[in-house]
């Protein structure tokens, strides 16, 4: 649900918030910002937890919108830790206003999981391998694959330790370059996330 903003909860609800505040700089008279309410409206249930969404009256609240130099309304910024760190002027369409939050909001844990379950479950479809039928194993190790993309950015090998040499890290970003030699061997990867197709 949205927020009503007024200059007298500005600081409070988007300055000091502790997750990024989406703000809705709109009016009564305006037809597009109108248009785009439900828009806001779905976004602010959709995000609900990781983005605050607030709706700022332009003429009722003039001294916040001529702080932030609003000259064409609706505007939407974002805030993060009290700096504005996007801005849209006009009426986006949803998909395009979910892909720009997308980049701003730092995914979840579980997002992320999800998101290399895809690509690898991509790879076991093209390759000789797929993932090892011991279901727990699998999500243990997506987890912890999850968890070093978070960390560092990558997903890297849960079972080997990065060295810091971007060259070398590379190669144990998950599917690592040695798997296809272990599983050649050993019929699964050092980590047990894939066997042969066979097995
Ligand atoms: S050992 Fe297995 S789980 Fe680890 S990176 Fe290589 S393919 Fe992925």
Redesign the pocket.
Same mark, same amino acid.
């Given at each position: 649900m949205e927020i009503m903003l007024i200059e007298e909860n500005f600081q409070k609800e988007v300055l000091e918030s502790d997750i990024p505040v989406l703000v809705d700089f709109w009016a009564e008279w305006c037809a597009p910002c109108l248009m785009i309410a439900p828009t806001i409206e779905e976004i602010a249930q959709e995000y609900s937890g990781r983005l605050r969404v607030g709706k700022l009256n332009v003429d009722e609240n003039p001294t916040i919108a001529a702080k932030y130099n609003i000259r064409s309304i609706p505007t939407l910024l974002i805030f993060k830790e009290g700096k504005v760190i996007e801005q849209i002027v006009g009426a986006l369409p949803k998909e395009a206003l979910k892909s720009k939050i997308e980049v701003i909001l730092p995914m979840e844990l579980k997002e992320i999981k999800k998101e290399i379950r895809r690509g690898l479950e991509k790879y076991t479809k093209e390759s000789p391998y797929k993932f090892n039928p011991d279901k727990k194993k699998v999500d243990l *190790?997506l987890s912890g694959?999850a968890k070093r993309k978070k960390e560092l950015g990558f997903a890297y @090998? #849960? $079972?080997?330790v990065p060295s810091g040499n971007k060259e070398e890290d590379r190669k *144990? *970003?998950? #599917? @690592?370059a040695?798997?296809k030699e272990?599983i050649a061997k050993d019929g699964i @990867? +050092? $980590?047990? +996330?894939?066997v042969r197709k066979e097995r």
């Open positions: *190790i694959l @090998c #849960p $079972c080997r *144990i *970003i998950c #599917p @690592c040695y798997h272990e @990867c +050092l $980590c047990g +996330l894939f």
